[in-house]
T-cell receptor
Framework: GENVEQHPSTLSVQEGDSAVIKCTYSDSASNYFPWYKQELGKRPQLIIDIRSNVGEKKDQRIAVTLNKTAKHFSLHITETQPEDSAVYFCAASKYGGSQGNLIFGKGTKLSVKP | DTEVTQTPKHLVMGMTNKKSLKCEQHMGHRAMYWYKQKAKKPPELMFVYSYEKLSINESVPSRFSPECPNSSLLNLHLHALQPEDSALYLC????????????FGQGTRLTVV
C-alpha cells in the first residue's frame, strides 16, 4: 500500500520568511496530492492540490511542486504570516478505480514568529 | 452550500453505551468517508462509501458500524467502545472517489469513559 513520509515534523520561521515542507510517497500509481492545513481544534482544510500531469501549481503565497520520477512533492509558503501557523498535512491518493482513500503524512507543525 | 455537518460536536459515552455519529452534506458528493484522528496525529481512514455502497473498510473493529442511508447522510454507530477509541472522528465527502477535493466536517470529539 501507499506510504507517505513528511518532513520536517516541526518548523519555526520568522514572519516574512519562506517555509518549505517535503513529502515522499511510495506508490507510483498515486496521482493526486493535496495539502491540508489544520488549525488547533479545527477541521483539515484543503489549501492546494496537484495532479500527476502537472509539475507545479501556485496560488498566491502558496505553491506545490511535484517530481514524479523521484516520487516527492513539496509545499512552499512565501512571505509567511502568523496566521499561517498550523499543522500541515500532505496526502496522496489514486484517482479513479475502486480505491479512493487519502493517505496522510504525519504532519508538520509550522510556527511563524512575529 | 460547501459544508459537511457533523453532530454531535462532543460526545462522552460509557463502554456499555450505544451511540451514533451523524454526517450530512448537500453538495451532491457521491463519496463519503470516516476518519479517526488522535491528538497530534494525521487522520486515519476508517471507511469509504461510494454511491452509498461500502467501498473500503480499513480493518476497523466491529464495534464501529457505518451506515449510509442515502447519498447525503453517513452514520457511524458505536457500541462497546474502549477508552483507546477516544479521538476526533472526522467525516469527509468528495465529488467522486479521491482525486477531487475532499471536504471535512468539524468532527465529533469522542471520549469513552
Amino acid at each position: 500500500g501507499e506510504n507517505v513520509e513528511q518532513h520536517p515534523s516541526t518548523l519555526s520561521v520568522q514572519e516574512g520568511d519562506s517555509a518549505v515542507i517535503k513529502c515522499t510517497y511510495s506508490d507510483s500509481a498515486s496521482n493526486y496530492f493535496p495539502w491540508y492545513k489544520q488549525e488547533l481544534g479545527k477541521r483539515p482544510q484543503l489549501i492546494i492540490d496537484i495532479r500527476s500531469n502537472v509539475g507545479e501549481k501556485k496560488d498566491q503565497r502558496i505553491a506545490v511542486t511535484l517530481n514524479k520520477t523521484a516520487k516527492h512533492f513539496s509545499l512552499h509558503i512565501t512571505e509567511t504570516q502568523p496566521e499561517d501557523s498550523a499543522v500541515y498535512f500532505c496526502a496522496a491518493s489514486k484517482y479513479g478505480g475502486s480505491q479512493g482513500n487519502l493517505i496522510f503524512g504525519k504532519g508538520t507543525k509550522l510556527s511563524v514568529k512575529p | 452550500d460547501t459544508e459537511v455537518t457533523q453532530t454531535p460536536k462532543h460526545l462522552v459515552m460509557g463502554m456499555t453505551n450505544k451511540k451514533s455519529l451523524k454526517c450530512e452534506q448537500h453538495m451532491g458528493h457521491r463519496a463519503m468517508y470516516w476518519y479517526k484522528q488522535k491528538a497530534k496525529k494525521p487522520p486515519e481512514l476508517m471507511f469509504v462509501y461510494s454511491y452509498e455502497k461500502l467501498s473500503i473498510n480499513e480493518s476497523v473493529p466491529s464495534r464501529f458500524s457505518p451506515e449510509c442511508p442515502n447519498s447525503s447522510l453517513l452514520n457511524l454507530h458505536l457500541h462497546a467502545l474502549q477508552p483507546e477509541d477516544s479521538a476526533l472522528y472526522l467525516c469527509a465527502s468528495s465529488l467522486g472517489l479521491q482525486g477531487t477535493e475532499a471536504f471535512f466536517g468539524q468532527g465529533t470529539r469522542l471520549t469513552v469513559v
